[in-house]
Every structure is written in structure tokens, then in C-alpha cells.
């Protein structure tokens, strides 16, 4: 694989590189897993129209997230256990998303949800 185009693709990568038990912690949802089910389906009723012949070379994706300017209307929800996948863990996350100019939702578990 020279270049991973889409989820299902990094996936398949994860599940070559992580041990076992580490990836199915990952890939797996929560008790029944009705919610990442739903997930799943609901990305697949997504469709982007593709604009042929446009000029996309000044395309600013930029916006801000309650004041804090980010690079593009995405963000790293907040998730557990990184380090299963990278020896930095949630700091090599923190760090990427820092690079990539977007947002890190950090629940830390001294608080209250």
C-alpha cells in the first residue's frame, strides 16, 4: 500500500501493525456496539458531489470551534488508551493535532462528565 486514502484503508494497516487484542480494543465499540454501527451507517449516507473543472487552488477550509480558529471543521474526539498504538500516547495526539492546527477534546478523568 503506497498511500492510505481512506479509513477503511488505515484500518486494514492497523490491524497488520497492532497486536490483536489492541486493535480489537480500537475497532470495537461499547457494549452492543449499536452506536458505532450507527456510526458506520450514517457515513455511508454520506455523499460528496465532486466539482469537475473547478479551480480549487484558493479552497479555504478554515473556521473556528467557540472562538479557537482551527485549519478545517474537524477535530480528535476524545479517546482513551494511545499509547497501545504509539509509546507517546496522548502527547504524540495532542502534538499531531497541534501541527495540524485542530482541536483535541480532552474528558480528563479527574472531572466530572
Known sequence: MDQIVNVNEFQELAKLVLP???YEFYSG???DEHTLKENVEAFTRIMF??????????IDTS????GYPISAPIMI????MHMLAHPE????TAKSAAACN???IDISKDEEL
Open 49 to 58: 458531489r465532486p466539482r469537475v473543472l473547478v479551480d480549487v487552488s484558493k
Open 77 to 80: 474526539a476524545p479517546t482513551a
Open 20 to 22: 490483536k487484542m489492541y
Open 89 to 92: 500516547g496522548e502527547t504524540a
Open 102 to 104: 485542530t482541536i483535541m
Open 29 to 31: 465499540g461499547a457494549e
Open 63 to 66: 473556521t473556528s470551534i467557540l
